[in-house]
Protein backbone atom coordinates (compact mmCIF):
# COMPACT_ATOMS: atom_id res chain seq x y z
CA UNK A 1 0.00 0.00 0.00
CA UNK A 2 0.85 3.38 0.05
CA UNK A 3 1.08 4.06 3.56
CA UNK A 4 1.31 2.26 6.89
CA UNK A 5 -1.84 0.45 7.49
CA UNK A 6 -2.23 -0.57 11.19
CA UNK A 7 -5.41 -2.37 12.32
CA UNK A 8 -7.93 -2.46 14.19
CA UNK A 9 -8.12 1.27 14.55
CA UNK A 10 -9.92 0.68 18.02
CA UNK A 11 -10.13 -2.31 20.04
CA UNK A 12 -11.77 -2.61 23.26
CA UNK A 13 -10.49 -5.88 25.75
CA UNK A 14 -11.43 -6.75 28.84
CA UNK A 15 -8.80 -6.83 31.16
CA UNK A 16 -7.06 -9.86 31.67
CA UNK A 17 -7.85 -10.72 27.52
CA UNK A 18 -4.93 -11.01 25.03
CA UNK A 19 -5.07 -8.31 22.00
CA UNK A 20 -3.17 -8.06 18.98
CA UNK A 21 -2.36 -5.07 16.79
CA UNK A 22 -1.07 -5.71 13.51
CA UNK A 23 0.88 -3.26 11.28
CA UNK A 24 1.80 -2.87 7.71
CA UNK A 25 4.88 -0.90 6.40
CA UNK A 26 5.40 0.45 3.49
CA UNK A 27 6.68 -1.39 1.20
CA UNK A 28 10.50 -2.04 1.32
CA UNK A 29 11.29 -0.33 4.17
CA UNK A 30 13.57 -1.83 6.45
CA UNK A 31 13.15 -0.32 10.05
CA UNK A 32 9.87 -0.75 12.12
CA UNK A 33 9.09 1.02 14.95
CA UNK A 34 6.25 0.75 17.77
CA UNK A 35 5.44 3.64 19.73
CA UNK A 36 2.99 4.07 22.84
CA UNK A 37 0.84 7.08 22.98
CA UNK A 38 -0.79 7.80 26.45
CA UNK A 39 -3.75 10.69 25.91
CA UNK A 40 -1.58 13.92 26.22
CA UNK A 41 1.78 12.58 25.78
CA UNK A 42 4.36 12.27 23.22
CA UNK A 43 5.08 8.75 21.34
CA UNK A 44 7.04 6.78 23.92
CA UNK A 45 9.15 4.24 22.37
CA UNK A 46 8.28 0.34 22.41
CA UNK A 47 10.74 -1.79 20.18
CA UNK A 48 12.67 -1.73 16.50
CA UNK A 49 12.77 -3.92 13.76
CA UNK A 50 15.32 -3.99 11.18
CA UNK A 51 13.93 -6.07 8.64
CA UNK A 52 12.82 -9.51 10.58
CA UNK A 53 15.68 -9.03 13.31
CA UNK A 54 14.32 -7.22 16.77
CA UNK A 55 17.65 -5.45 17.70
CA UNK A 56 15.89 -2.99 20.34
CA UNK A 57 13.23 -3.95 22.55
CA UNK A 58 14.39 -1.95 25.64
CA UNK A 59 10.48 0.07 25.66
CA UNK A 60 8.40 -2.77 26.20
CA UNK A 61 7.18 -2.47 29.83
CA UNK A 62 7.04 -6.07 30.71
CA UNK A 63 7.00 -9.11 29.34
CA UNK A 64 2.97 -9.20 29.13
CA UNK A 65 4.37 -7.38 25.63
CA UNK A 66 5.65 -9.12 22.62
CA UNK A 67 6.66 -8.01 19.17
CA UNK A 68 7.34 -9.82 16.18
CA UNK A 69 7.89 -9.27 12.00
CA UNK A 70 8.90 -12.69 11.07
CA UNK A 71 9.64 -12.16 7.55
CA UNK A 72 10.78 -8.41 7.51
CA UNK A 73 7.48 -7.27 6.28
CA UNK A 74 4.28 -6.93 8.85
CA UNK A 75 4.77 -6.76 12.19
CA UNK A 76 2.31 -8.09 15.14
CA UNK A 77 2.97 -6.60 18.85
CA UNK A 78 1.29 -8.69 21.33
CA UNK A 79 -0.08 -7.95 24.85
CA UNK A 80 -0.87 -10.54 27.31
CA UNK A 81 -3.75 -10.11 30.08
CA UNK A 82 -4.18 -6.60 29.12
CA UNK A 83 -3.78 -4.01 32.39
CA UNK A 84 -5.83 -0.87 32.21
CA UNK A 85 -2.42 1.47 32.19
CA UNK A 86 -2.15 -0.37 28.79
CA UNK A 87 -4.92 1.67 27.37
CA UNK A 88 -3.39 3.94 24.60
CA UNK A 89 -2.59 5.14 20.96
CA UNK A 90 -0.32 2.06 19.65
CA UNK A 91 1.43 3.54 16.72
CA UNK A 92 3.47 2.08 14.00
CA UNK A 93 6.20 4.05 11.69
CA UNK A 94 8.64 2.38 9.31
CA UNK A 95 12.05 4.32 7.23
CA UNK A 96 13.33 3.10 4.66
CA UNK A 97 16.85 2.49 5.79
CA UNK A 98 18.37 2.76 8.64
CA UNK A 99 20.45 5.94 8.80
CA UNK A 100 19.30 8.51 10.97
CA UNK A 101 18.65 10.98 8.40
CA UNK A 102 15.21 8.88 7.69
CA UNK A 103 12.14 10.47 8.55
CA UNK A 104 9.53 8.10 9.86
CA UNK A 105 6.24 7.59 8.56
CA UNK A 106 3.40 6.62 10.41
CA UNK A 107 0.58 4.51 10.47
CA UNK A 108 -3.16 5.92 12.03
CA UNK A 109 -2.31 4.31 15.42
CA UNK A 110 -4.39 1.40 16.92
CA UNK A 111 -6.23 2.89 19.73
CA UNK A 112 -6.42 0.17 22.75
CA UNK A 113 -9.26 0.59 25.67
CA UNK A 114 -9.02 -2.15 28.33
CA UNK A 115 -11.83 -1.94 30.76
CA UNK B 1 20.79 8.41 26.18
CA UNK B 2 18.76 10.60 23.96
CA UNK B 3 16.27 13.28 25.70
CA UNK B 4 14.06 16.05 23.87
CA UNK B 5 12.44 18.68 26.01
CA UNK B 6 9.88 20.78 24.84
CA UNK B 7 8.58 23.31 27.58
CA UNK B 8 5.59 24.78 26.04
CA UNK B 9 2.94 22.91 26.94
CA UNK B 10 0.55 25.25 24.98
CA UNK B 11 0.77 27.93 22.79
CA UNK B 12 -1.59 30.58 21.12
CA UNK B 13 -1.06 32.25 18.29
CA UNK B 14 -3.03 35.13 15.72
CA UNK B 15 -3.78 33.66 12.60
CA UNK B 16 -1.41 35.05 9.93
CA UNK B 17 1.22 35.55 12.92
CA UNK B 18 4.61 33.84 13.11
CA UNK B 19 4.98 31.68 15.87
CA UNK B 20 8.14 29.64 17.67
CA UNK B 21 7.83 26.62 19.52
CA UNK B 22 11.02 25.71 21.18
CA UNK B 23 12.52 21.97 21.34
CA UNK B 24 15.93 21.61 23.34
CA UNK B 25 18.06 18.44 23.09
CA UNK B 26 20.52 16.02 24.85
CA UNK B 27 22.40 13.22 23.28
CA UNK B 28 26.09 12.15 23.56
CA UNK B 29 26.16 11.48 19.56
CA UNK B 30 28.00 13.43 16.90
CA UNK B 31 25.45 12.56 14.39
CA UNK B 32 21.92 12.86 14.91
CA UNK B 33 18.50 14.17 13.40
CA UNK B 34 16.23 16.47 14.08
CA UNK B 35 12.47 16.16 13.68
CA UNK B 36 9.15 17.66 13.53
CA UNK B 37 6.07 15.79 13.21
CA UNK B 38 2.61 17.72 13.99
CA UNK B 39 -0.62 15.60 15.30
CA UNK B 40 -3.54 16.75 14.35
CA UNK B 41 -6.97 15.99 16.43
CA UNK B 42 -7.45 13.66 14.02
CA UNK B 43 -3.99 11.39 15.34
CA UNK B 44 -1.96 10.56 12.51
CA UNK B 45 1.86 11.98 12.54
CA UNK B 46 3.02 14.13 9.61
CA UNK B 47 6.66 14.87 9.30
CA UNK B 48 7.31 18.88 8.77
CA UNK B 49 10.66 18.92 8.43
CA UNK B 50 14.38 17.58 9.09
CA UNK B 51 17.39 18.89 10.15
CA UNK B 52 20.76 17.57 10.20
CA UNK B 53 23.60 17.48 13.07
CA UNK B 54 26.18 18.53 10.73
CA UNK B 55 23.72 20.67 8.15
CA UNK B 56 25.41 24.11 8.11
CA UNK B 57 22.00 26.15 7.08
CA UNK B 58 18.72 25.95 8.78
CA UNK B 59 16.02 23.83 6.75
CA UNK B 60 13.02 25.15 5.81
CA UNK B 61 9.89 23.97 4.20
CA UNK B 62 7.28 26.18 2.41
CA UNK B 63 6.34 28.01 6.08
CA UNK B 64 8.17 25.71 8.21
CA UNK B 65 11.81 26.37 9.55
CA UNK B 66 13.84 25.10 12.02
CA UNK B 67 16.37 27.39 14.13
CA UNK B 68 19.00 25.17 14.80
CA UNK B 69 21.74 26.18 17.40
CA UNK B 70 23.93 23.11 17.84
CA UNK B 71 26.29 24.71 20.48
CA UNK B 72 22.77 25.52 22.72
CA UNK B 73 21.52 21.45 21.74
CA UNK B 74 17.89 23.66 20.68
CA UNK B 75 15.98 22.83 17.42
CA UNK B 76 13.21 25.28 17.35
CA UNK B 77 10.59 25.43 14.65
CA UNK B 78 9.10 28.46 13.28
CA UNK B 79 5.79 28.37 11.40
CA UNK B 80 5.02 31.80 9.70
CA UNK B 81 2.14 32.80 8.32
CA UNK B 82 0.07 30.61 10.65
CA UNK B 83 -3.33 28.92 9.63
CA UNK B 84 -6.17 27.63 11.56
CA UNK B 85 -5.36 24.20 9.90
CA UNK B 86 -2.06 24.49 11.81
CA UNK B 87 -3.72 23.99 15.50
CA UNK B 88 -2.48 20.71 16.29
CA UNK B 89 -0.05 19.03 18.17
CA UNK B 90 3.41 19.77 17.18
CA UNK B 91 6.75 16.88 18.42
CA UNK B 92 9.98 17.77 18.33
CA UNK B 93 12.10 14.44 17.66
CA UNK B 94 15.60 13.13 17.50
CA UNK B 95 17.12 10.07 15.74
CA UNK B 96 20.85 9.79 16.68
CA UNK B 97 23.98 7.50 14.99
CA UNK B 98 24.24 5.31 18.07
CA UNK B 99 22.45 2.15 19.09
CA UNK B 100 19.63 1.17 17.18
CA UNK B 101 18.70 4.74 15.92
CA UNK B 102 15.29 4.54 17.71
CA UNK B 103 13.57 8.06 17.66
CA UNK B 104 12.96 10.16 21.00
CA UNK B 105 10.10 12.25 21.11
CA UNK B 106 8.99 15.21 23.06
CA UNK B 107 5.68 15.32 25.35
CA UNK B 108 4.65 18.27 22.49
CA UNK B 109 3.23 21.52 22.18
CA UNK B 110 -0.59 21.95 21.48
CA UNK B 111 -0.92 25.38 19.57
CA UNK B 112 -3.81 26.90 18.90
CA UNK B 113 -4.36 29.45 16.22
CA UNK B 114 -6.82 32.10 16.77
CA UNK B 115 -8.79 33.59 13.72
Known sequence: ?115 | AQKITQTQPGMFVQEKEAVTLDCTYDTSDQSYGLFWYKQPSSGEMIFLIYQGSYDEQNATEGRYSLNFQKARKSANLVISASQLGDSAMYFCAMRASGGYQKVTFGIGTKLQVIP
Do not use: M
Not at chain 1, 63 to 83: M, N, Y
Open chain 1, 1 to 115: GAGVSQSPRYKVAKRGQDVALRCDPISGHVSLFWYQQALGQGPEFLTYFQNEAQLDKSGLPSDRFFAERPEGSVSTLKIQRTQQEDSAVYLCASSLGVHFTGELFFGEGSRLTVL
